[in-house]
């Protein structure tokens, strides 16, 4: 961009200026920032293959709740991709049978990063058999 | 002005002044950037955005502000050297006004890998730091920096006025751009809504540098200017830029990504609004 040399002296005579230290600190700072992060997602992009998402659940703890229990789960994507609207479905088993089923959408569950979230079922997961899994996602 | 004698004490009120400055540049950060924290999609573009497209688009803030620190930094400069540290030094503050913002609300928790907590600043401290560099003619103080801006801004060459309107064009649409409802809205309309959107955004801006001539702001062409020589040379190839540019950003956030050509164009235009208003409205917001 063009500049006015005769506009940069006359505003030179106003004022002299000392620059801060903290001022050069402030920038290099800056500097380091933007090349930190510009370097940091380039480095992400150029390495990482884009794999689907690699959905696991564990389950945190099983807690009593109102008309009946409340299971805490996080779930984990370690996939390159990022998972939307990811359907978690958690079903007790008696035996073979399909006591009861609960379903929940995270909206997200982003590449490399954990969620947490809960189920809430009628029947005592601790004496049955309990299984979380996530039945689909949509890529965002 | 700082004869030997009183070197120390213009040192300590060097540093007490930079110390305000970065204060008010804080506070400009987050006025400006304030809608974009509060927008979900910008939380959750950090984790599905492209990441070329992130560094591309954190590169190119860089020049933009330095750019933005010659007409109107949030302090006076006097070399291309002071430009740049005062353009770094916006993007640390806005780095941090967004990190801390996005630590209030929550966004940003420990559980998050770094590079989620990363991308979430980063794509925010873009819009901050301009907030930061634009404090200065935010919220004014100094009337002899004010004076100076002004001067430059109106003496600004027809290559800095482009520049200008570039500047303006990012500033208005940036807090619009990632939300859902660009594409949405582009999805309501018809085709006639959008060659309709497009010529009232053209008068618009038309207006704008019509209104500006009236006033003296363009110190470029002749006052006595033909309307098509304005006409082409300000709000034709200003339009050009506002699309240039709104199309820049929805790809940027891929808004539009797999949307055949006439719909990725309908959201531009659409974009192209607020972006138009920005860019023909530069002089007054800048």
Known sequence: MPKEKSDKQEQGAGRQKNVPVGEWIVAVVGLILVIGSISLTLYRALTEESTPPVISITVDSILPAENGFLVRFSVQNTGNQTAADLNIEGVLKNGEEIAETSAMTLTYAPAHSMREGGLFFTKNPNELDLQIRSTGYSVP | MSSPSKNVKSEKSDARRFFVDLSRAFGGAILFSFPLLMTMEMWRLAFYMDGLRLALFTLLTIPLLIGLSYYDGFEQTNTVKDDVREAFIAYAVGFAASTLVLILFGVIT????????????????VAA?????????LLVIDDETEKNAEKRKRSASYGGQLFLMVVGAMFLSLSVAPTEEMVLISYQMTY?????????TLLMKYGFVYAAKFQGHHKVHAPDESFLSLFLRFTVVGYAIVLLISFYILWTFGSIDGLSFAEKLKAT??????????AAASRLIL
């Open chain 2, 110 to 125: 420990p559980e998050m890998s770094a590079n989620e907590i990363i991308g979430k600043i980063s794509l925010q401290a």
């Open chain 2, 129 to 137: 730091g301009f907030g930061a560099m634009l404090t200065q003619s």
């Open chain 2, 269 to 278: 235009i659409v974009l192209g609004f607020p972006a138009a208003i920005g």
């Open chain 2, 192 to 200: 006639w809504h959008t060659a309709a959107l497009a010529g009232v």
